[in-house]
């Protein structure tokens, strides 16, 4: 019986990341084209089988209760199978890659698919732009400054000057082929070209505005508008205005910072402000002057009115970006003890000491507090 747990250096019950470790450090040490081993190949093709079935739920389970008799259920494949099935999940191409230094298309060992240049869509760009609250608030056009690469107009991105050629590496194919001798055989694969990039041409004299790049770097100048209620952190994408490539250009991404403002503070769509008011304000009532986002508006203030107060204006905040709504202003009122009085005003605090009951009552709660001691 083989013991596709010991071929791993594994106990039974080993974990399926356990598994997959020591399968893939074990892969690396035996493959045929690294190790010096003599039976180098054979101990490769024990421990892939081991970890196909190990790495297979329904392969393991069937083995660790029935041992070899395992592979007498339905669907069961050897090592040299025709079909390596859902479940066989361990990765050639990232093993061939640790041995060969280059991209290894798995889709040309089963004969599938050809692997293809990855296109160039170019890249995206971020600036950074700084508004002040009121701008943010009710929205602003900014005009943004920044450099990005750009295909070359004199050239047209070739990097040429003049004629193309096709390329002495590819034959103008675009693509090196490779072969690669593997436990399974000998197979071709295919990467794009290093020289010419999978394009086939190169120039024969290269272009002078970009020295044969294909690309410059320019400055650009762009208008963006900028929605009401934007908020620090927010972005605009502005499609296509990033960086080119050969096959694209990228985005631009606006991200947003706005300033503190001097009296509002903000919360999402809401805006929060402290003002002061007398005391005889606090105690009297009265209706006073508040600032809001479009100027002043009147607020009424109830006979009694504590410190720390908080009222409530509707509609008075932040408009939501793309939205007809609006948030709300709250005012925080703060009940200011006069410092300095004037004789008069002083006569009059006694007067209204003597009419009040505050101190009556704090003696009475002292009185009750210190008889339950």
């Given at each position: 019986m083989t013991d596709y747990y010991s071929v791993l250096g594994l106990k039974k019950g080993a974990s399926v990341d356990e598994i997959k470790k020591a399968y893939k450090k074990l892969a690396k040490q035996y493959h045929p084209d690294v190790s010096k081993e003599a039976d180098a190949e054979k101990k490769f093709k024990e421990v892939v089988e081991a970890y196909q079935v190990l790495s297979d739920p329904e392969k393991k389970q069937n083995y660790d209760n029935y041992g070899d008799a395992y592979k007498n259920f339905q669907g069961y494949q050897g090592y040299g199978g025709q079909s390596y099935g859902a479940g066989f999940d361990f990765d050639f191409e990232d093993i061939f890659n640790q041995f060969t230094g280059f991209d290894f298309d798995l889709g040309n060992l089963f004969g599938s698919r050809t692997k293809s240049?990855?296109?160039?869509?170019?890249?995206?760009?971020?600036?950074?732009?700084?508004?002040?609250?009121?701008?943010?608030?009710?929205?602003?056009?900014?005009?943004?400054?920044?450099?990005?690469?750009v295909r070359c107009e004199k050239c047209g991105g070739s990097g040429a000057q003049g004629e193309l050629k096709d390329c002495d590496i590819c034959k103008g194919r675009g693509v090196e082929i490779r072969q690669q001798r593997t436990p399974f055989g000998i197979f071709q694969t295919q990467t794009a070209c290093h020289?010419?990039?999978?394009?086939?041409?190169?120039?024969?004299?290269?272009?002078?505005?970009?020295?044969?790049?294909?690309?410059?770097?320019?400055?650009?100048?762009?208008?963006v508008k900028i929605p009401a209620g934007i908020a620090t952190g927010n972005h605009l994408r502005l499609q296509g205005k990033g960086n080119q490539g050969k096959h694209g250009e990228g985005d631009l991404y606006v991200l947003v910072f706005v300033e503190m403002h001097e009296i509002f503070k903000r919360d999402e769509f809401d805006i929060y402000a402290e003002i002061p008011i007398s005391f005889s304000e606090a105690a009297?009532?009265?209706?006073?002057?508040?600032?809001?986002?479009k100027g002043k508006a009147d607020l009424k203030i109830p006979g009694g009115t504590q410190t720390g107060t908080i009222f409530k204006m509707k509609g008075k905040g932040i408009q939501i970006v793309n939205s007809s709504s609006v948030g709300d202003e709250y005012i925080k009122v703060i009940v200011e003890t006069p410092k300095k009085m004037s004789k008069k005003e002083k006569e009059l605090f006694e007067k209204l000491e003597k009419e009040e009951k505050t101190a009556k009552k704090r003696k009475t709660f002292f009185q009750r507090i210190l008889g339950k001691f």
């Open positions: 240049a990855q296109k160039d869509n170019g890249s995206n760009i971020k600036v950074e732009l700084s508004l002040s609250f009121n701008e943010a608030v009710f929205g602003v056009t900014k005009d943004i400054i920044y450099e990005r690469i020289k010419c990039h999978g394009k086939g041409k190169i120039a024969e004299n290269d272009c002078k505005e970009c020295n044969g790049n294909g690309f410059i770097t320019k400055k650009e100048k762009l208008s009297m009532g009265a209706t006073i002057e508040v600032p809001t986002l």
